[in-house]
């Protein structure tokens, strides 16, 4: 069984976790492989949206630490954790936070770890009610990774992103919501249809549009007001020279509905 599962329908790219027997625990490999093809969705001019979900009952544990032993970690050798990082799981939100296309995370149960933190990263969350966050690193007795500390104060600030991470627990979706960490929930029955509508609107907007967009609120958290107005319009500037952008204009002159093509 293939631990990640990939198919592209009607534009948009579906990236299923299938390791269901271990709630989606991330192998290197599968990281790897989710890493590769989240670069060919952003890179694929034919992929418009991508939807990134988990097979059974769970989303993703985090990654799969079997393996691991206090042996092991004695014979680690300064600087051997901090690149395991560097290149594993900082990697893979990376990957989410710099792709070019929308992602939406379809979160059908538990996320928790580096599990948490990959659906964070996505673009819009969509949980079932079933779901659950849990920052589950302090009870292991480890310092949050996968760029927790980042994505989390951004999205509702330091002290409730403190609390999350000092206690580890649970978080249901209706609360994940509240906070702010969700953009909606719905019942688990109508988690995969909600997706999919989703991302059919996403992938029948204006592609470029869209990642320039993206790429301009990811930065703004970290840049001044005269650097984020700099880069907005030089966004708008490259953005006005796509076929979608001048299709939009004509369909106003015109008063009818844009056809975007995504280019």
Known sequence: MTELTYTVTDQVSYLTLNRPEALNALTPGGRDRLIELLAEASADPEVRAVVLTGAGRGFCSGADLRGTSASAAGERIPGD?????RLG???????????????????????????????????LVLAAESARFIEVFVRRGLVPDGGGAYLLPRLIGPQRAKELMFFGDALTAADAERLG???????????????????????????????????????????????????????????????????????????????????
């Open 89 to 123: 799981a900082q990697r893979l939100i990376a990957a989410v936070l710099d792709c070019e296309k929308p992602v939406i995370a379809a979160v059908n149960g538990t996320a928790a770890g580096l599990g948490a933190q990959l659906a964070l990263a996505c673009d």
């Open 181 to 263: 960490l969700v953009n909606r929930v719905v019942p688990d029955g109508e988690l995969d249809k909600t997706a999919r509508e989703w991302a059919t609107r996403l992938a029948a907007g204006p592609t470029r549009a869209l990642a320039l967009t993206k790429q301009l609120v990811n930065a703004s958290l970290d840049t001044d007001r005269a650097t984020a107005f700099a880069a907005e319009a030089a966004a708008q500037e490259i953005n006005m020279t796509t076929e979608d952008a001048r299709e939009g204009v004509a369909s106003f002159v015109e008063r009818r509905s844009a056809e975007f093509k995504g280019r």
């Open 81 to 85: 954790v901090a690149r395991t990082l």
